[in-house]
């Protein structure tokens, strides 16, 4: 007899009625168990937005997939569509639902932009970087325009007169042509920012007498980048900017600039307006009795060509004060010049006029980063360029490029060396295709500048234990760079090398290469505490276990096997 049936009948209905009750509950819980949460659609959609914006643009293309709230969800946060680059057919599928959200367009594929725009409501659009000019259904709103065909021969007046409102183009093509006075609208433009780079190859470059046109209809242009023809008159005229007030940066010939790792960064540029600064911080960047236009001079000047040093002479002048990034690379033919410069590594060999004696008074109050490529012209290593640095007293960072050194009298490194060391602000120094031959290196090492943090030695010659040695006892250096191609040392001064290195108290960033490593060299590496990062380039004897030992002691270890040039830009020191 079951349990049920001993009961009595009352009572065995009560069970029969609970047990009814338990498994419905039962039921109700599995079911709820069964049925997903989706935590997102519970989330406000400020919250949804800000989380989603953090995912890659290929991963919120596949949640739009996941279900029809979704998807609805995901097209209603406009800020995570703002930057769109159609580079594959999931993008291209999707660009119907989000165009009227798109404000930056990116098209890699020359051919797709003319079927896009039509298909898509681009209303809010500002930005479009593509390989084809197809611009007149965006013409209304675009405000910045990157063309990149290398393959094109773009006609800027057609740009110009169709995009009214455009104040930033850039333009890497074979060709710029239809720039001259017949070819550009009649009235005034609204672009702050012009970069005009045709192929090097190219037989028809920027020239200077239709330049002259378009620089006219730029009264408000603050940024001038050009591959032009690298003559005196060329120049003369880009930098004739008396009627671009606005004019802070110009650069001119910049793929021999990229040929080096030391390029510096625009963004990094501090604004010379003096509105808000007080009365003391003033007068020391400009004294009281200094015409108030001259601080609307450049605070950015790469030339890269043949130019005279008078007119070098007054594009400095006006800038003075202003003028925060100085780089100079001569090269080209000059008439009616004095002395002849050249170099190993320069463009052509080269001439220039022989004023820079222009430049000894001309302090140059505000200037932060100078570069120059040293010409091979003996009066200029031995008098100009020290007596120039000793006209920069806020410099900061200092880029030498060329020196041999060897040619030479060490009186000239003497003099070199010895402006270096009173720089009493220098906190970067780099010696790119340098001579280290001679006492004079050493002495500077040290008795290094107070501030200096940051010190490169790229591709340098005459690379000796004493210059190891001293440059690795520099106690304030917290980067250091040592890639020599000429070493003069033994196995063993390269391990007390190392050895230095590994009791070095502040250095974070070294890097060091062309040269043999064995596991011993990693066992000295290790004992650095400080060290963050560390980039070996082109060793001979690095195995991947010797790696893996790195790695478990050293945050970031990188390992180029080849000498890779352009190099990239090393952090600098913080």
């Not at 949640?63 to 580079?87: G, M, R, S």
């Not at 028809?204 to 046109?213: G, K």
């Not at 236009?293 to 130019?307: A, C, D, F, K, R």
């Not at 917290?478 to 191609?485: D, F, K, M, P, V």
Request: hydrophobic share 40%; aromatic share 8%.
């Amino acid at each position: 007899m079951s349990f049920q049936q001993a009961l009595p009948d009352s009572a065995s209905a009560k069970c029969k009625e609970h047990c009814k009750v338990i498994v419905k509950t039962n039921n109700s819980l599995q079911q709820q168990k069964q049925q997903p949460v989706d935590m997102l659609a519970q989330m406000s959609q400020e919250i949804f937005c800000l989380i989603i914006s953090f995912l890659p643009m290929d991963t919120r293309i596949q949640c739009t997939k996941v279900c029809h709230a979704w998807c609805n969800t995901f097209l209603q946060c406009p800020e995570i569509w703002e930057y769109i680059k159609v580079d594959d057919e999931e993008t291209y599928k999707l660009l119907p639902l989000i165009s009227h959200h798109v404000v930056k367009l990116m098209m890699p594929n020359e051919n797709v932009f003319p079927l896009v725009h039509r298909i898509n409501n681009f209303i809010h659009l500002q930005s479009l970087s593509l390989t084809i000019e197809a611009l007149s259904g965006v013409s209304k709103t675009l405000t910045q325009l990157e063309i990149n065909w290398i393959q094109a021969t773009i006609s800027l007046g057609r740009i110009l007169s169709v995009c009214k409102i455009l104040t930033k183009i850039q333009l890497v093509v074979w060709e710029v042509k239809d720039y001259d006075k017949n070819d550009l609208p009649e009235t005034a433009t609204a672009l702050t920012s012009v970069s005009l780079q045709p192929a090097e190859d190219c037989e028809h470059r920027i020239c200077s007498s239709r330049l002259r046109s378009l620089l006219y209809l730029c009264p408000d242009l603050e940024y001038l980048q050009l591959n032009c023809d690298s003559k005196d008159d060329d120049v003369s005229a880009i930098i004739n900017f008396h009627d671009h007030p606005k004019l802070s940066a110009l650069i001119t010939e910049i793929d021999y600039f990229q040929q080096f790792y030391m390029v510096p960064n625009l963004s990094l540029l501090r604004s010379p307006s003096t509105n808000n600064m007080s009365d003391k911080k003033k007068e020391m960047l400009v004294p009281s009795n200094t015409d108030d236009s001259i601080i609307h001079g450049l605070q950015y000047l790469m030339l890269s060509g043949t130019y005279s040093i008078e007119i070098l002479n007054t594009v400095l002048k006006v800038s003075q004060y202003t003028l925060q990034v100085l780089c100079l690379i001569p090269h080209g033919q000059q008439s009616n010049s004095t002395e002849t410069l050249s170099s190993p590594t320069a463009p052509t060999s080269t001439t220039i006029n022989n004023n820079w004696q222009l430049l000894h008074s001309l302090t140059l109050h505000n200037l932060g980063y100078f570069q120059i490529f040293l010409p091979l012209c003996e009066s200029f290593l031995r008098t100009h360029l020290p007596d120039m640095l000793l006209c920069m007293p806020a410099l900061e960072t200092l880029v030498l490029e060329s020196f041999y050194g060897g040619s030479y009298t060490s009186d000239i490194a003497d003099n070199i060396y010895t402006a270096v060391s009173q720089l009493t602000r220098l906190e970067s120094l780099r010696f790119v295709q340098f001579d280290l031959r001679g006492e004079s290196i050493l002495r500077l090492l040290e008795q290094p500048p107070p501030r200096l943090q940051q010190l490169i030695f790229h591709a340098c010659y005459s690379v000796t234990y004493p210059v190891l040695e001293r440059m690795a006892k520099i106690q304030q250096l917290r980067h250091l760079t040592q890639l020599g191609i000429d070493f003069d040392v033994t196995v063993s001064e390269v391990a007390e090398f190392l050895d230095i290195i590994g009791e070095h108290p502040n250095l974070s960033y070294f890097e060091y290469g062309l040269v043999c490593w064995s596991d011993s060299d990693s066992e000295r590496i290790i004992r650095c505490k400080t060290l963050k990062t560390l980039v070996l380039r082109k060793l001979s004897g690095l195995t991947d276990d010797m790696l893996i030992k790195l790695r478990k002691h050293i945050e970031n270890v990188i390992f180029i096997p080849e000498w890779s040039t352009p190099f990239s830009t090393p952090p600098t020191p913080s």
